[in-house]
């Protein structure tokens, strides 16, 4: 049973696909909204995570038929009942969106921009810092020019 349902529609390859999305309960949001942005930032993030997060935010969603709904609560109805990769990030912002008023549509991938753009100066620095360190470790080669012959 969802917290205060709406429905929502997304159209991928000219077909309508309609959804009810719900509000997390707060302790649940809590984890979420924690690790959802850190989590899908490329190359800093944990898929693993990611993944975990992922399913546990589509736990609050369902797919709307003339005749029912299907509730998404497992990775396999979550494949069977979303058609594509791209309705399912649509999905995602369009859950984060509905739970968070401080995200707006479109400006939660701006967001994670952000956040990546704020990281890649550490992770530049931590591999600046690396190559320092590799080098200095680095023992000097021999200078001599006689060459040995096997």
Known sequence: M?????EIEIE???EVFKFNIGKFPAT?????ISKYPVSNIPKIGDYAVSEETMLKLMSYVERVYDDR?????SR???????PSWEVLIKLEAFTIE??????????????LKEWKALAEPKNIKTLMDSL???????????????????
């Open 28 to 32: 649940v949001g809590r984890e979420i």
């Open 132 to 150: 320092v360190s590799l080098s200095q470790a680095e023992k000097p080669r021999s200078t001599s020019s006689k060459r040995s012959i096997h």
């Open 76 to 82: 396999t109805l979550i494949d069977n009942h979303i």
């Open 98 to 111: 509905y739970n968070c008023s401080f995200f707006k549509l479109g400006e939660v991938l701006n967001s």
């Open 69 to 73: 709904v299907q509730p998404l609560t």
């Open 12 to 14: 991928f390859e000219g």
């Open 2 to 6: 969802l917290i205060n349902p709406k």
